[in-house]
């Protein structure tokens, strides 16, 4: 049976646990899915400081699982260096075809996005502290390979305010209040086909993204709207790479 490791690098098993309805809900039933909890290190990833130590309180524990599955899922909406790490791993690049396949939610969300969205659509992300507005800008750029302009189907990143731990702790009203805002924001811009969700802790969320939608845009327009859950293109992409051998 085919197995998919889905690792959350940082180290609060409360997040973990909420991945795993919405990867049961896929109904994926020959391929069993396997989380990973950072041992240590941060709670919360909030900048690209807290994501490049996540990595050291990792590789360590993964090193040893890296035989034992067929597809690998970094579920943290970042650029985050596990993934290159991870690439060029020898227990990876030893294996049978040159490797394994593996993602970050960040880059199955904008691979996702591009090839859902309408020719004249653009997509956007909604994240959580105002610090990834611009890390995350650059990564679409950077991912996307179009030098020092995001392409135009790319509208943006939008935040809360609140990190990914605020997600679930925060009084639920004041989340969804700063949820919707940053979505509302968001589609103001005109023209967008999809909203990504940019951290893992919003993994579920998408019913307030919706009304959100609905809300700023009317029924129908606001119905049409693709929400993009990093979680579930991760393990739909990775469940495709790994039947088909990539």
């Not at 597809?71 to 227990?91: E, I, N, T, W």
């Not at 968001?186 to 023209?191: E, M, P, Q």
Request: glycine share 10%.
């Amino acid at each position: 049976m085919r197995s998919i490791l889905i690792i959350q690098p940082n180290s609060t098993q409360s997040m973990t646990d909420a991945l795993k309805p919405l990867v049961d809900s896929l109904q994926f039933k020959d391929t069993t899915h396997a989380y990973f909890t950072a041992p240590s290190g941060p709670k919360s990833i909030n900048n690209e400081d807290d994501a490049a130590e996540s990595v050291h309180h990792c590789l360590p524990a993964l090193s040893t699982l890296l035989p034992q599955h067929d597809g690998f899922l970094v579920a943290c909406y970042s650029p985050h260096p596990l993934v290159p790490r991870l690439k060029s791993h020898p227990a990876i690049t030893s294996s049978r075809g040159g490797g394994k396949p593996i993602t970050g939610i960040f880059e199955a969300s904008v691979t996702y996005s591009l090839q859902i969205i309408h020719p004249h659509e653009s997509f956007g992300i909604v994240s959580t502290g105002k610090v990834w507005e611009d890390i995350l800008s650059d990564a679409v750029v950077d991912f996307l390979g179009t030098g020092s302009e995001a392409s135009k189907r790319f509208a943006g990143v939008e935040t809360t305010g609140l990190n990914a731990t605020d997600l679930h702790d925060a009084p639920a009203d004041e989340v969804r209040r700063r949820m919707k805002d940053a979505v509302k924001r968001l589609l103001r811009k005109g023209g967008i086909g999809a909203v990504c969700l940019g951290c893992a802790g919003m993994a579920g969320m998408g019913e307030m993204v919706r009304e959100a939608c609905v809300e700023e845009l009317g029924s129908e327009a606001g119905e049409r709207v693709r929400i993009v859950d990093g979680v579930v293109a991760g393990v739909a992409w990775l469940e495709g790479a790994v039947r088909a051998g990539f």
